[in-house]
């Protein structure tokens, strides 16, 4: 089963999801908003993408950052500030297995149908 996360309002979570449905892929939301993130599964995404993937720092949510939060980011600094802030998270993240997709292009269309 395929995990879609992200957060409702998100306009490419929303297009991810009616693709999915379209193409008979069964799935289901986890809302970072509603239903929270562990640190473990954060992690795992780091440890599968690297933590400059999964952070955003295009969002309305890092531009309101302070400087030194924003400053000096190792892995440990940025995951605590995506778990803080999970709107820092680039969206949406796909679980497919043990393969972590982030964003919705393309090619993560192509590797989830076969």
Not at 5 to 19: E, M, N, P, Q, Y
Not at 35 to 51: H, I, N, P, Q, Y
């Amino acid at each position: 089963m395929i995990i879609v996360v992200g957060i409702k309002s998100c306009d490419t979570c929303r297009k991810a999801l009616a693709w999915l449905t379209a193409q008979n892929v069964a799935h289901s939301f986890h809302d970072l908003r509603a239903d929270g993130l562990d640190t473990g599964r954060l992690s795992g995404w780091v440890k599968a993408g690297g933590w400059e993937a999964v952070l955003n720092r295009r969002s309305t949510t890092w531009r309101g950052l302070a400087d030194a939060q924003k400053s000096d980011l190792t892995a440990e600094k940025a995951e605590a500030l995506m778990i803080a802030n999970p709107t820092l998270i680039k969206r949406p993240v796909i679980e497919a297995g043990n393969t972590i997709h982030i964003g919705f292009t393309d090619a993560v269309k192509a590797a989830l149908v076969p």
